[in-house]
């Protein structure tokens, strides 16, 4: 039994940050991720016949946004993880009970609301602007190590917020992180 | 919990970014993934922060009020419907909702630029089909065109950052509607100065720009070639994958051809005079017509080609564009000299597409010839002499006074092939 484009098009867009990250993991750019999800809810719309539930869409959108990313990060010449590694991952991500995404990616805003500002500038133009560290590093004046260290810092004040608020939804701490 | 590995994984991660991990720091980081199950779900974890954290640039953040599970969920399906709406991803809801219908996982999209000025006709073709004529709100997804050579827009945002779009140009917003594409023309963007670059995106199928502060740049699509020039300020062109390619300086122009390949250039002052050199091949980019070496000398001949303005096959000699140094500073009186061959004569013109002498205006008009080779003799070496002044009257006829510069030459016979040559171009 084939699916509906509707019910194609709500499992993708319900599991978007999954491919996204997936894509991300791989090309190391959010906005050309942003660009192969599009491109692989445009294929999956061509493919809707084939697919029998949502946990097969989402496990076709994730090895469809492995592939496209491995061509791009090629193309890119970045140095890429091996096929097995990746495989492993995308069949661990497309586990439903692998992770809790929306509730992950909800308290993920709420942490990222309260970095200090400055935490959330590299954050900003490390992510959305696409900058490698050297250009922050000269953005900012500050040495290349610092910025790792800095990433390297509120990425784990990020992960530690998540973790507190997954423990205690609903009675959040409030305050400013790092 | 944390596994006790995961300071180094994010180490490892952040260097991993940036494709700046040794090869023993890659074979570290390929150990940990392939051995611990924490590891994947570690990096799995500061995947999805990057995404956020990209996102959180310009989404708010989800509201973080108490309330039942129910209006929770609730809570959460309009974020997600407003986070859709602001971002990338809304792009692809908006493909299926123009699709099928499913118009209700949109609010109205906040959009962060406008066309502030329309001169001639202007269109915005957002996502979902509907066109807008005139200035207004340019949402995520949708396509700026200015139709004919003397219609022109000015973009801005709200940040003061504005780029003007010259005549018979498309531009579309795409991802996160800070990713301005150049399908087709010219676009001039004025980033004003600032201590954090514009997260502005400007890019064509073969360059991109990005991270702009304090500079005026100019970028040029045709077929297959993309001019970026740089009046004030410098930016570093990276490929349409990314991948750095030229940093160009005030006063130099990069011209990037889809094959990869590409010339830096300083600008030099538009000449006085122009004559066409058929005795060297064509210049890089030259658009459509062939180079023929005969026993009366080197031809440029017409070929035919498919005309995006008018939408239909034709025959036509087309030069390369050429916005940022231009071909010649035309007056009123300057001439043009063409030696020229039609087996048959018909209809058929000269087009010469121009700016002003400031390439960092957006103006642009067109002086033209038409009925150029109406009244030729067939089978016949002939010449033809006009006066710049004399080709004014036409309806996209520069608003501009002289001098005229024009940054692109078409001769076009229209469908019918005369057998066009053309052995001398000479501007005097």
């Given at each position: 039994?084939?699916?509906?484009?509707?019910?194609?098009?709500?499992?993708?867009?319900?599991?978007?940050?999954?491919?996204?990250?997936?894509?991300?993991?791989?090309?190391?750019?959010?906005?050309?991720?942003?660009?192969?999800?599009?491109?692989?809810?445009?294929?999956?719309?061509?493919?809707?016949?084939?697919?029998?539930?949502?946990?097969?869409?989402?496990?076709?959108?994730?090895?469809?946004?492995?592939?496209?990313?491995?061509?791009?990060?090629?193309?890119?010449?970045?140095l890429s993880l091996p096929d097995e590694i990746l495989d492993q991952m995308t069949s661990e991500w497309s586990d439903p009970t692998s992770m809790v995404w929306s509730d992950?990616?909800?308290?993920?805003?709420?942490?990222?609301?309260?970095?200090?500002?400055?935490?959330?500038?590299?954050?900003?133009?490390?992510?959305?602007?696409?900058?490698?560290?050297?250009?922050?590093?000269?953005e900012l004046k500050r040495s290349v190590d610092?910025?790792?260290?800095?990433?390297?810092?509120?990425?784990?004040?990020?992960?530690?917020?998540?973790?507190?608020?997954?423990?205690?939804?609903?009675?959040?701490?409030?305050?400013?992180?790092? | 919990m944390m596994p006790p590995d995961d300071d180094r994984l994010t180490q490892l991660f952040v260097r991993y970014w940036d494709n700046a991990l040794t090869r023993?720091?890659?074979?570290?980081?390929?150990?940990?993934?392939?051995?611990?199950?924490?590891?994947?779900?570690?990096?799995?974890?500061?995947?999805?922060?990057?995404?956020?954290?990209?996102?959180?640039?310009?989404?708010?953040?989800?509201?973080?009020?108490?309330?039942?599970?129910k209006e929770r969920e609730e809570r959460r399906l309009r974020s997600r419907r407003k986070w859709l709406a602001y971002v990338g991803g809304g792009i692809a809801a908006g493909i299926a909702a123009t699709a099928y219908g499913w118009r209700n996982w949109f609010t109205e999209p906040k959009a962060p630029?406008?066309?502030?000025?329309?001169?001639?006709?202007?269109?915005?073709?957002?996502v979902d089909g509907g066109v807008v004529v005139g200035k207004g709100p340019v949402p995520p997804g949708a396509v700026v065109a200015t139709i004919g050579q003397s219609s022109s827009a000015l973009l801005t945002k709200g940040d003061g950052t504005s780029i003007a779009l010259a005549g018979n140009s498309v531009i579309s917003v795409a991802t996160y509607g800070d990713k301005l594409t150049v399908q087709r023309?010219?676009?001039?963007?004025?980033?004003?100065?600032?201590?954090?670059?514009?997260?502005?995106?400007?890019?064509?199928?073969?360059?991109?720009?990005?991270?702009?502060?304090?500079?005026?740049?100019?970028?040029?699509?045709?077929?297959?070639?993309?001019?970026?020039?740089?009046?004030?300020?410098r930016v570093t062109v990276a490929d349409a994958g990314g991948e750095p390619l030229e940093i160009v300086h005030g006063g130099e122009y990069l011209t990037v051809q889809s094959d990869g390949r590409r010339r830096k250039r300083p600008v030099e002052p538009t000449p006085d005079s122009f004559a066409l050199d058929l005795s060297r091949p064509l210049p890089e980019g030259w658009a459509v017509g062939v180079r023929e070496d005969t026993k009366e000398g080197p031809v440029l001949r017409s070929v035919v080609w498919f005309d995006p303005y008018h939408q239909a096959a034709m025959y036509q000699i087309r030069s390369d564009h050429r916005w940022a140094r231009?071909?010649?500073?035309?007056?009123?009186?300057?001439?043009?000299?063409?030696?020229?061959?039609?087996?048959?004569?018909?209809?058929s013109q000269l087009c010469l597409c121009v700016r002003t002498e400031n390439r960092a205006q957006s103006d642009t008009g067109m002086i033209e010839c038409n009925g150029a080779f109406q009244?030729?003799?067939?089978?016949?070496?002939?010449?033809?002499?006009?006066?710049?002044?004399?080709?004014?009257?036409?309806?996209?006829?520069?608003?501009?006074?002289?001098?005229?510069?024009?940054?692109?030459?078409?001769?076009?016979?229209?469908?019918?092939?005369?057998?066009?040559?053309?052995?001398?171009?000479?501007?005097?």
């Amino acid at each position: 039994m084939s699916l509906s484009r509707d019910i194609v098009v709500k499992t993708l867009l319900r599991n978007r940050l999954r491919v996204m990250s997936v894509a991300t993991a791989i090309v190391r750019d959010v906005h050309a991720a942003d660009d192969i999800f599009q491109q692989v809810v445009l294929s999956a719309l061509e493919s809707c016949e084939s697919f029998h539930d949502s946990g097969h869409v989402l496990a076709w959108a994730l090895r469809a946004a492995k592939h496209r990313s491995l061509d791009l990060a090629q193309r890119r010449r970045l140095l890429s993880l091996p096929d097995e590694i990746l495989d492993q991952m995308t069949s661990e991500w497309s586990d439903p009970t692998s992770m809790v995404w929306s509730d992950q990616a909800e308290a993920l805003q709420r942490c990222l609301g309260r970095l200090a500002a400055h935490s959330r500038n590299v954050l900003r133009l490390r992510y959305a602007d696409g900058m490698s560290a050297n250009a922050i590093a000269s953005e900012l004046k500050r040495s290349v190590d610092a910025v790792y260290q800095t990433l390297s810092r509120v990425h784990r004040a990020l992960r530690q917020c998540v973790e507190r608020e997954l423990q205690h939804q609903g009675q959040l701490t409030g305050g400013e992180l790092t | 919990m944390m596994p006790p590995d995961d300071d180094r994984l994010t180490q490892l991660f952040v260097r991993y970014w940036d494709n700046a991990l040794t090869r023993a720091e890659m074979n570290e980081l390929e150990t940990l993934l392939a051995s611990d199950d924490s590891a994947r779900e570690l990096f799995q974890v500061l995947s999805l922060q990057a995404v956020s954290a990209a996102e959180h640039a310009i989404a708010l953040p989800t509201p973080n009020e108490p309330g039942t599970s129910k209006e929770r969920e609730e809570r959460r399906l309009r974020s997600r419907r407003k986070w859709l709406a602001y971002v990338g991803g809304g792009i692809a809801a908006g493909i299926a909702a123009t699709a099928y219908g499913w118009r209700n996982w949109f609010t109205e999209p906040k959009a962060p630029i406008h066309v502030t000025t329309a001169t001639g006709e202007v269109t915005i073709r957002s996502v979902d089909g509907g066109v807008v004529v005139g200035k207004g709100p340019v949402p995520p997804g949708a396509v700026v065109a200015t139709i004919g050579q003397s219609s022109s827009a000015l973009l801005t945002k709200g940040d003061g950052t504005s780029i003007a779009l010259a005549g018979n140009s498309v531009i579309s917003v795409a991802t996160y509607g800070d990713k301005l594409t150049v399908q087709r023309g010219t676009a001039t963007a004025t980033v004003p100065a600032r201590t954090v670059p514009d997260p502005i995106t400007l890019a064509t199928g073969e360059a991109s720009v990005a991270h702009l502060s304090g500079v005026v740049l100019t970028i040029c699509r045709t077929i297959d070639t993309t001019e970026v020039g740089v009046q004030t300020g410098r930016v570093t062109v990276a490929d349409a994958g990314g991948e750095p390619l030229e940093i160009v300086h005030g006063g130099e122009y990069l011209t990037v051809q889809s094959d990869g390949r590409r010339r830096k250039r300083p600008v030099e002052p538009t000449p006085d005079s122009f004559a066409l050199d058929l005795s060297r091949p064509l210049p890089e980019g030259w658009a459509v017509g062939v180079r023929e070496d005969t026993k009366e000398g080197p031809v440029l001949r017409s070929v035919v080609w498919f005309d995006p303005y008018h939408q239909a096959a034709m025959y036509q000699i087309r030069s390369d564009h050429r916005w940022a140094r231009g071909f010649v500073r035309l007056h009123p009186k300057s001439t043009f000299r063409i030696r020229y061959w039609v087996d048959r004569p018909g209809p058929s013109q000269l087009c010469l597409c121009v700016r002003t002498e400031n390439r960092a205006q957006s103006d642009t008009g067109m002086i033209e010839c038409n009925g150029a080779f109406q009244q030729a003799r067939p089978h016949e070496w002939q010449w033809l002499e006009i006066r710049a002044g004399d080709m004014l009257e036409n309806k996209h006829t520069p608003k501009f006074g002289a001098p005229w510069v024009p940054f692109l030459l078409i001769f076009n016979t229209y469908k019918e092939d005369l057998g066009l040559k053309i052995a001398e171009f000479l501007v005097e």
